[in-house]
Nanobody
Framework: QVQLVESGGGLVQPGGSRRLSCAAS????????MGWYRQAPGKQRELVAF???????NYADSVKGRFTISRDNAKNTVYLQMNSLKPEDTAVYYC?????????????WGQGTQVTVSS
């Protein structure tokens, strides 16, 4: 079993910053990609950003230049630094990992953390 523990969500004012963390633990041999998704009320879950094992990154157009994804491979942890937050960034943020264990590839989701951008 793999567990993903997210933290860092909360209420932030427009223009503010927030840092999300997601730590993975359990039966993991190696982690390939790590990413963040979000889901706003009434909308589909969408990819925000992901980072490969080698450090390559990709971002949704809506967050480019404002959000930065990073990872600490020694800690099996992925971060999302969110700057210049806007009300439209309000959503539940989920981390996801693609990992290798027991000679197979797996994917796992975090439980989600609420980010609310409001004055």
């Amino acid at each position: 079993q793999v567990q993903l523990v997210e933290s860092g969500g909360g209420l932030v004012q427009p223009g503010g910053s927030r840092r999300l963390s997601c730590a993975a633990s359990g039966n993991i041999f190696s982690i390939n990609a790590m990413g963040w998704y979000r889901q706003a009320p009434g909308k589909q879950r969408e990819l925000v950003a992901f980072i490969t094992e080698g450090g390559s990154t990709n971002y949704a157009d809506s967050v480019k230049g404002r959000f930065t994804i990073s990872r600490d491979n020694a800690k099996n942890t992925v971060y999302l630094q969110m700057n210049s937050l806007k009300p439209e960034d309000t959503a539940v943020y989920y981390c996801r990992i693609e990992y290798y264990a027991d000679y197979e590839d797996f994917g796992s989701w975090g439980q989600g953390t609420q980010v609310t951008v409001s004055s």
